[in-house]
């Protein structure tokens, strides 16, 4: 009968992520704080507070509440955004959620588009969606409203002149009130968008008045000009000139009152409806929700003069370059404020994008901690989390966690203090000169160098495979990698040398520094970047789950009864199949000194955008190229991440026996070993990508000295700490 590993070990994949999303929900630190971390109750919260399993269920547990916060400055409003929930309740902050932000869906559409295009960064077009910034992306949804209020009105209207029944109307109507209240409420500065296009409608009319009286050089001269501001089927503003004559005249006429008076209704109602929300103090956003929706007529059957056109240009001029203004400060307000957290929710977007298929869940889910590791490391909680890590990683099976993800690592944290030469250090009785912990993060932001060694050591002594990496910026991506950044990287971590630490590089990039102009205002993009240590966790968990190879091309090459840990992601067969979702960011090749600094001893977890083939296929998306752990064999070359998977996966195997004896040391040899060694044997490279032994691998019992030891095709490893009962 066939050996099923997944009846003992149950899963391989199970993972935790240190990263803080919103500080209002509950955070690992939290669970610890009030709970035994090795009792039922906690797992259970565990499980229901900060598991997810697919990028959906993250957003609705950890995705943070935005505010926007609106304040006067002599009379005009400046926007700011927060995630500050004290903050938001003292200047009445609008709640909104961040995902439906253009800027968010702008970010996202970059990551979708950019990898699907197989070109690189700077061939890229983005144009069209850094477009996605500028008012004119923002004006649809309220352009049906507004379209709808004037044709229902009219309808009630004509149907109660006739005393018949106008309900479905009023009812339409309301409803067309309620979503324009909704929407301020929402954010006060969502019409400004619309604002500026009617104004730049306006601005437009009135040039073509001038434009037809350009002959007329007395300023003072009288101009016939009549003209109603209207809406288009698609509801969008527009000017509609009408000719008076003496035949005319009279119907004319009585279509602009009837216009102008559903016009004046409008704004009388939605007058009332603003000044009963919470937002009545603001006259500016009054102005401009009432303008909006119920805009006034120029030149309404009225004679004018040159000048006065002239001066009611330059007052529309004023008024849309004050919109402007307030646009782009609102824009860059959020901008600013909300990179960071955007960056965070676009990097577990990714892992789940490279550990899942078309959406579907994470079969085994990963652990949020929702605070920053050095959290964890500190004061009164850190043994409890060395006892919650060391159980979940060593003594658990079926609830073992396998991966780990610490990313966003400050690259500079040593903060040079130099000592206070006023204080006399042998003056006894003197004040001290303290120095400041090494630990100190530099950065709110981020974790620090040291406390990030402190966690992974942690990690490593519990058999947690942790991939970790450095905030991504500009100094770390594809463009920036070259062999001195190599030869400087494996200086700086060559303290690090554990076998379940990888370090997962070059990180990506969503864009550059771009600056999007609006007239002559500028609304600044900063660089956005993915830590890679998302799409390369992500990759290594989506490989450890049956249905998910099956998805990736691998159906009928996988026998189920194995788990996946020997899948290698460097294996040819491997790569082509589990590519990254992000495009080959340069074009130039790798340099000779470059490739030959990482080939020296294969280090790292690396990705590549070389562009090569594979079986005749194109790779036209970054790919892995090393998948290594920062413990090295005894020739020196950074160790493989199946293998330690492997052997951490014998090890679990063995644990789950009730206990281990020699004549169950001596069975796994025989029965278990012996099967597997058997069927890498029976089958060739074309064949299960699941193997737990590939041909000449083998395990053997050391009875001598109790201990088992694991031969790879160049490699070998020893498992000293396997403790075997006596027989007795």
Known sequence: MAINSFEKIKQTSRAILFEEFDVEKKSLYDLLSMEDPL????????????????????????????????????????????????????????????TEHVYYRMLEQLYIEKGSSGQSNLKFDDKDILEMLTPTQEVEDAKDIRKKLQLTLEKYNELKSKNENANEYAQQFIECRKKIQEK??????????????????????????????????????????????????????VVKEITVNNDEQGTEGENITSQNNINNKIRDVLALDYDSSNKKDNEFIKSIVLSSYAPINI?????????????????????????????????????????????????????????????????????????????LIKGDIKDKFEKFIKDRGLTQIRNKIWFAILPAIEEKDKIVVESNKDIDPLDAMGPLDVQKDDETDISDKYLSFSAAKTVLELLDKSKIMTIFSFKGNKNNGFAALNANYITNKKEELNGINYEHAVYAYPNFTLTRERIVILDNKEIKVPGVYIDAA?????????????????????????????????????????RKNLLTKFNREVTLRWSQDLKTEINRDKFGFVFCSDEVYIDDMPMKNAYVYFARTMKKSSRGIYRP????????????????????????????????????????????????????????????????????????????????????????
């Open 39 to 98: 009792s039922d109750d906690f797992e259970e919260d565990i499980q229901t507070k900060l598991v997810v399993n697919n990028f959906e269920d993250f957003i609705k547990k950890f995705a943070p509440k935005v505010y926007e916060i609106c304040t006067s400055i002599d009379g005009k409003p400046k926007f700011e955004y927060t995630t500050d929930v004290n903050l938001a309740k003292k200047y009445n902050g609008i709640a909104q959620d961040i």
């Open 184 to 237: 301020y409420s929402q954010s006060q500065m969502s019409l400004l968008p619309l604002a500026i296009e009617d104004m730049k409608t306006k601005i437009e009319y009135l040039d073509k008045n001038l434009n037809t009286q350009s002959s007329i050089e007395d300023n003072n001269s009288v101009l016939t000009t009549v003209g109603q501001l209207t809406f288009n089927n698609s509801g969008t503003l």
């Open 299 to 375: 030149n309404t059957n009225e004679n004018k003069t040159l000048a006065e056109i002239k001066e009611e240009k330059n007052k529309c001029l004023a008024l849309k370059n004050s919109y402007e203004e307030v646009y782009c400060q609102a824009k860059n307000a959020f901008i600013n404020e909300m990179t960071t957290i955007i960056e965070k929710l676009l990097d577990v977007k990714v892992f789940f994008d490279h550990a899942t298929v078309d959406g579907n869940k994470l079969e085994n889910g990963i652990l949020i901690t929702n605070c920053k590791a050095s959290k």
């Open 641 to 728: 991440i199946y293998r330690v998977l492997t052997e951490d996966f014998i090890r679990q195997y063995l644990k789950s026996n009730s206990a281990i004896k020699e004549s169950t040391m001596t069975r796994f040899e025989n029965v278990e070993c012996n099967e597997w060694q058997v069927e890498g044997k029976k089958n060739n490279s074309k064949d299960y990508v699941n193997l737990i032994l590939r041909p000449d691998e083998k395990v053997e019992y050391d009875r001598e000295n109790k201990k088992l030891k694991i031969t790879f095709n160049d490699d070998e490893a020893i498992l000293e700490d396997i403790d075997i009962d006596s027989e007795e």
């Open 534 to 574: 998302y799409p390369a966790a992500g990759l290594l968990i989506g490989s450890q789950q049956i249905k998910y190879l099956e998805k990736r091309g691998f159906k009928g090459k996988l026998n189920p009864n194995n788990v996946c840990v020997h899948v290698d992601l460097e294996e040819d067969r491997i």
